[in-house]
């Protein structure tokens, strides 16, 4: 198994994006605001989203010199987008913030790890 990743551009770009998504979501936009309250994500609980997206790309970011914490931050971030297509899917929120954010990031995520972390 691969530890370190192959591409390290590939990490740095997904925790940039993470990061500029948890800046984002500090005073979320019409189409992040849109999103959680299409899935029915309670408004107290919207600061646990950035600190999770936060983590995530601090994780990547170390998993670029320490074994295996890329892997396993790329995967938790991967776990992340898959819980957030199904939050859409149960609650019937299939429009563009589905399609274009959620699976959009799904993508990323997945073609980082795979890419990155195969041999």
Same mark, same amino acid.
């Given at each position: 198994? /691969?530890? =370190?990743?192959?591409?390290? !551009?590939l990490? *740095?770009? +997904? $925790?940039v @994006?993470?990061?500029g998504?948890?800046?984002?979501s500090?005073?979320?936009p %019409? #189409?992040?605001r849109d999103?959680?309250?299409? @899935? &029915?994500f309670?408004?107290q !609980?919207w !600061?646990?989203? /950035?600190? @999770?997206?936060v983590? $995530? $790309?601090? &994780?990547?970011? /170390?998993?670029?010199?320490?074994? &295996? *914490? $890329?892997?396993a931050?790329?995967?938790?971030?991967?776990?992340?987008?898959?819980?957030a *297509?199904? %939050?859409?899917?149960r %609650?019937?929120f299939?429009?563009?913030?589905? !399609?274009?954010?959620? +699976?959009g990031? =799904? %993508? =990323?995520?997945?073609?980082?790890?795979? *890419?990155? #972390?195969?041999?």
């Open positions: 198994m /691969i530890l =370190l990743p192959h591409f390290p !551009w990490i *740095v770009l +997904l $925790a @994006v993470l990061l998504d948890a800046i984002l500090l005073r979320p %019409a #189409f992040i999103c959680l309250t299409g @899935v &029915g309670p408004r !609980w !600061w646990t989203l /950035i600190v @999770v997206k983590l $995530a $790309a601090v &994780g990547l970011f /170390i998993g670029l010199r320490v074994p &295996g *914490v $890329a892997l931050a790329s995967t938790g971030v991967i776990c992340y987008f898959l819980c *297509v199904v %939050a859409h899917v %609650a019937g299939m429009g563009r913030e589905l !399609w274009i954010n959620c +699976l990031m =799904l %993508a =990323l995520a997945l073609t980082t790890a795979s *890419v990155s #972390f195969t041999g």
